[in-house]
């Protein structure tokens, strides 16, 4: 489907140059002098290369449809995880890279979302946030509570995050699965 190049947003998938591409970052410029232009920084879907783009007003770009389908993540073999499918039931296996660094938060069980294109996989999509329990942190010292600080810690699946001073091996928080970081504790 073709879109008005003023119409691009974060996170379309668009067909640029015979290549998909997500869009990261998009800016509306308005020079003094001459048309005004869209700034759109994107990255390869397939290979991960990134590329800064120019769109006047008046171009058209092919903003590309992507099937979503929740697969249950089953178990790891090497390199390659196996998902099922919640509606059909059927199995896919796909090389763990393709999720990036959010691999660690993957557990038995997760219910993830899977973006394909022509029937391909193209992104794995987990959950923002996960529970998880802290297995190791610093203990309190007195005193540096009132302070907004943070420490090291390490959760139970082997990640090493900061928290605030007051949390302590144990306590179960809220991490996010974007940029590993805190949340807030577990309710």
């Given at each position: 489907?073709?879109i008005?190049a003023n119409?691009i ?12 591409w997500?869009?990261?970052?998009t ?12 700034q759109?920084?994107?990255?390869g ?5 990134k ?5 006047r007003a008046?171009?058209?770009?092919e ?10 993540f ?13 509606e059909?039931f ?10 990036g660094d959010s ?5 038995d ?9 022509e029937g ?12 998880l329990?802290?297995v190791e942190?610093?203990?309190?010292v007195?005193?540096?509570?009132a302070a907004?600080?943070y ?8 990640v090493?995050?900061?928290?605030p001073?007051?949390i ?5 928080v809220?991490?996010?699965?974007d940029?590993?970081?805190y ?5």
């Open positions: 489907m073709k008005n119409d947003r974060i996170g379309n998938v668009i067909e640029h140059n015979s290549k998909l997500i869009v990261a970052k800016m509306h410029v308005q020079p003094g002098k001459g048309g005004a232009f869209m759109v920084e994107m990255k879907v397939l290979d991960g290369s590329l800064n783009e120019r769109f008046a171009d058209t770009v903003k590309v449809y992507l099937e979503e389908s929740e697969y249950q089953l178990y790891r073999d090497g390199d390659d995880l196996i998902f099922m499918n919640q059909t059927e199995q896919i296996q796909l090389p763990a890279d393709i999720i691999v660690q938060f993957l557990s069980g997760m219910v993830i979302t899977i973006c394909s294109y391909k996989p193209i992104t794995v999509s987990l959950p923002k946030t996960v529970i329990e802290i942190a610093e203990p309190v007195k005193g540096q509570t907004s600080s420490k090291p810690a390490i959760l139970s699946n082997g090493k995050i900061m928290v001073q007051h302590e091996a144990g306590i179960k809220v991490v996010n699965t940029d590993a970081t949340v807030e504790r577990a309710k």
